[in-house]
C-alpha cells in the first residue's frame, strides 16, 4: 500500500483508518448483516459522535442512503461505506468499524471548528 498524497494527509490529531482497511476507490468488504442499513448506521453514528462530545448532528436517510450533517463535514452512508469527500481531507471508513469513525470524526470536527468562537447558528 502507498503512502497517501500530501493533498489527503490526515491532520495529527486524527487517527489512522483501521489496519487492513481499502485503499481509497477499493471496494470495501462486505459488512455486517445489520450494518446493511444506511439509516441504522447513521442513527447509530449520531449516538456514538453525541458520546464524544460533538453536537448539532443531523442526519436523513432513505433505504439505500444516508447522510449525517456535521458542523464542517457531510457524511455520506451507504450500505458498504461512510464518507466524506468534501472534508479536507476527505476519507472513507468501513461502516463495520462506527466506533473509529465516530473517534475519526470528532477528532476533525474539532480540527475545524474553532476554539471559544460561538456557532453562528447558536444565536449569541
Not at 452512508?77 to 476527505?90: D, Q
Amino acid at each position: 500500500m502507498t503512502a497517501p498524497s500530501a493533498a489527503h494527509t490526515l491532520p495529527p490529531a486524527c487517527p489512522p483508518p483501521p489496519a487492513g482497511a481499502a485503499p481509497a476507490g477499493a471496494a470495501p468488504p462486505d459488512p455486517p448483516a445489520r450494518a446493511l442499513f444506511p439509516g441504522n448506521i447513521a442513527r447509530q453514528l449520531r449516538v456514538l459522535l453525541a458520546e464524544r462530545g460533538v453536537e448539532r448532528v443531523y442526519h436523513s436517510s432513505h433505504a439505500d442512503m444516508a447522510v449525517v450533517s456535521l458542523p464542517g463535514v457531510t457524511v455520506w452512508i451507504g450500505p458498504h461505506t461512510l464518507s466524506w469527500p468534501h472534508a479536507e481531507p476527505p476519507g472513507d471508513w468501513p461502516p463495520g468499524d462506527l466506533q473509529g469513525a465516530a473517534d475519526h470524526l470528532a477528532h476533525l470536527v474539532a480540527s475545524l471548528t474553532p476554539v471559544g468562537v460561538p456557532w453562528e447558528g447558536d444565536g449569541r
